[in-house]
């Protein structure tokens, strides 16, 4: 079993910076690919971004050269740096872990889920 937790939501003005964080407990996270999602308001959740164990990064296209996942498995952890942010950024964020590195995009196949973060960014 796999427990995550993220960190780092709040508010944030249009144009602005933050880092998510998503602490991992209970296995290590070396042997899984990572997530992050989010799912706004009257939305399905989407994939934002997602990193293999080694290091291959997935984008949606709407955050490409804005956000950066990276990952620290010696601290168990994965971050989403998101800068130039914009008001429809704002959602509940979060982190999930999957078994294989494939099928990076499609939210079913990830095994493990967090219980979010919010995060708002004001025009």
């Known amino acids: 079993q796999v427990q995550l937790v993220e960190s780092g939501g709040g508010s944030v003005q249009a144009g602005g910076s933050l880092r998510l964080s998503c602490a991992a407990s209970?296995?290590?996270?070396?042997?899984?690919?990572m997530g992050w999602f989010r799912q706004a308001p009257g939305k399905q959740r989407e994939l934002v971004a997602a990193?293999?164990?080694?290091?291959?990064?997935e984008y949606a296209d709407s955050v490409k050269g804005r956000f950066t996942i990276s990952r620290d498995d010696a601290k168990n952890t994965v971050y989403l740096q998101m800068n130039s942010l914009k008001p429809e950024d704002t959602a509940l964020y979060y982190c999930?872990?999957?078994?294989?590195?494939?099928?990076?995009?499609?939210?079913?196949?990830?095994?493990?889920w967090g219980q979010g973060t919010q995060f708002t960014v004001s025009s």
């Open positions: 209970g296995r290590t996270i070396s042997t899984y690919a």
């Open positions: 990193v293999t164990t080694g290091g291959y990064t």
């Open positions: 999930a872990a999957k078994s294989g590195n494939y099928n990076l995009r499609l939210q079913g196949k990830y095994d493990y």
